[in-house]
């Protein structure tokens, strides 16, 4: 086994040990209020909701993970997909068309509670009202940058940094491809 890979198993083993053992405390809560856990649902599907909040493998790791349309309706909390496209459609969630028509949705745009990141989402917006295509939007939402303190402009805004040094970034990006 690769060092890579026993640095996977004992990740995968940690996480879900500490799903395990939050998963337990939750049951037995539910237990002591007099409900019953399969409530929930199937564990099945109790398990797909949990894992709709890890991003999916991809082929393009260099935006970071993406959800895909499904993923991304479990993480919003069982949505339908035509909440999805509604919100696509109207620049609500940034969500990129592959080549093969699939659309996926980075995960750089949501904070740590699972939520779009409003500001996030309108700086990919801004980038791409330019000449800019959405994938070269995101792949510049991702690049460290000297005005943010080395940051992204995803990390950035996701950690509540002024939207204002982004819009003058922005700006500038936008002067420069015109």
Known sequence: MTPSAANADRWVKEVSSLVRDGLDRRVEAMRAEG??????GTPAEVAARLLA??????????LGPFFSTRGV??????VSRQAIEDRRRRHRIIALQTSEGSWVYPAFQFD???RPVRAVIDAH???TSGSIGPW???SAMLGPQPELAGRSIAEH???GGPA???DDLIDRTLADVA
């Open 73 to 78: 309706c479990r993480l919003l909390g069982g």
């Open 157 to 159: 805004l996701r950690t």
């Open 53 to 62: 909040t890890v991003p999916e493998p991809s082929a393009w790791n260099a």
């Open 136 to 138: 070269s939007a995101a």
């Open 112 to 114: 740590d509670a699972n």
């Open 125 to 127: 917006r801004r980038l």
């Open 35 to 40: 409900k019953d856990p399969s409530s929930l």
């Open 164 to 166: 204002a040094e982004v």
